[in-house]
């Protein structure tokens, strides 16, 4: 069945840029009826879902993180990735990425991989 | 973008109880909604989508309803592995999530 599995450095400095990775696994990214998501989630702000991106590109993006998000696709290694640039501490969460249905049926998250906590300190 | 609210915050309830849980839009989301299940540290499992559809595998005692802003989670014949935090989706606009509500003994 298909898995998500995040990866990435666990501390980042402030101002400077936090990259995670999405490994799919199970399955094909490349699936038609499935964008591919990322969430993070934070004791105050609760789960805030950040973009998601189709596997041939052309991502969606949270309009309060569009400035300072890049998520993009690599297919023949089958994952996805996430650039948060210009981190404060307020980014500091536990990222998570999904699998992002979407079609008529709705456009809501069906799997998650574990999740990683990304920490912002200097 | 659409706020979503969630009461109350904590239900203490016991074993076997019918338990309800409440989901409220700041603007009419139609019937575009979800429900997850989110233990400690666990990621958030997909219970309903569509107001009232149970993902695969999700046992019939959970059931969801409602539409436009207000919605509601039921599970009826609460068992000790429900015992977990359930936040509600919109997915009519951008995805945005509720705070939560945790479920406990």
């Known amino acids: 069945q298909l898995q998500l599995q995040e990866s990435g450095p666990g501390l980042v400095k402030p101002s400077e840029t936090l990259s995670l990775i999405c490994a799919v696994s199970g399955g094909s990214i490349r699936s038609d009826g499935f964008y591919w998501a990322w969430i993070r989630q934070t004791p105050g702000k609760g789960l805030e879902w950040i973009g998601s991106?189709?596997?041939?590109?052309?991502?969606l993006h949270n309009p309060s993180l569009k400035s300072r998000v890049t998520i993009s696709v690599d297919t023949s290694k089958n994952q996805f990735s996430l650039n948060l640039n210009s981190v404060t501490s307020s980014d500091t969460a536990v990222y998570y990425c999904a699998r992002h249905v979407w079609g008529s049926g709705g456009y809501y998250f069906d799997l998650w991989g574990p999740g990683t906590l990304a920490t912002v300190s200097s | 973008e659409v706020v979503m609210t969630q009461s109350p915050a904590t239900l203490s309830v016991s074993p076997g109880e019918r338990v309800t849980l409440s989901c409220r839009a700041s603007?009419?989301?139609?019937?575009?909604l979800a429900w997850y299940q989110q233990k400690p540290g666990q990621a958030p499992r997909l219970l309903i989508y569509?107001?009232?559809t149970r993902a695969t595998g999700i046992p019939a005692r959970f059931s969801g309803s409602g539409s436009g802003t207000e919605f509601t989670l039921t599970i009826s014949g609460l068992q000790s592995e429900d015992f977990a935090v359930y936040h509600c989706?919109?997915?009519?606009?951008?995805?945005?999530f509720g705070p939560g509500t945790t479920v406990d003994i």
């Open positions: 991106t189709f596997y041939s590109g052309g991502a």
């Open positions: 569509g107001v009232s």
């Open positions: 603007q009419s989301v139609n019937r575009d």
């Open positions: 989706q919109q997915y009519n606009y951008w995805p945005t």
